[in-house]
Nanobody, 117 residues
Framework: QVQLVESGGGLVQPGGSLRLSCAVS????????MGWYRQAPGKERELVAT???????IYAESVKGRFTISGDYAKNMVHLQMNSLKPEDTAVYYC???????????WGQGTQVTVSS
């Protein structure tokens, strides 16, 4: 089971940007896909971005055009570039294998993103 460590969160003003990183233990090549999830207070965890091993990306409507997911296979990392951030993007962000794409890793601690003026 892969281990996942998220980083890069913080406090940012509306309209700002953040880049999240996910370190994957082992080789990223063995995973069919990776995704970024988020969980806001009182809400269920939701998948916001997916990247397949072939490079296809899929985004939730709420982040399409603002977020970009990418994979760095040389460093076994997955990134989420978040631009034009909104207060409703405030959540704890996690990375993991999306449901249906193979065995999931252990959930990490996540990284807190707070968008507020």
């Amino acid at each position: 089971q892969v281990q996942l460590v998220e980083s890069g969160g913080g406090l940012v003003q509306p309209g700002g940007s953040l880049r999240l990183s996910c370190a994957v233990s082992g080789s990223l090549f063995i995973l069919n896909a990776m995704g970024w999830y988020r969980q806001a207070p009182g809400k269920e965890r939701e998948l916001v971005a997916t990247i397949t091993r072939g490079g296809t990306t899929i985004y939730a409507e709420s982040v399409k055009g603002r977020f970009t997911i990418s994979g760095d296979y040389a460093k076994n990392m997955v990134h989420l570039q978040m631009n034009s951030l909104k207060p409703e993007d405030t959540a704890v962000y996690y990375c993991n294998v999306p449901e249906g794409w193979g065995p999931r890793g252990s959930w990490g601690q996540g990284t807190q993103v707070t968008v507020s003026s």
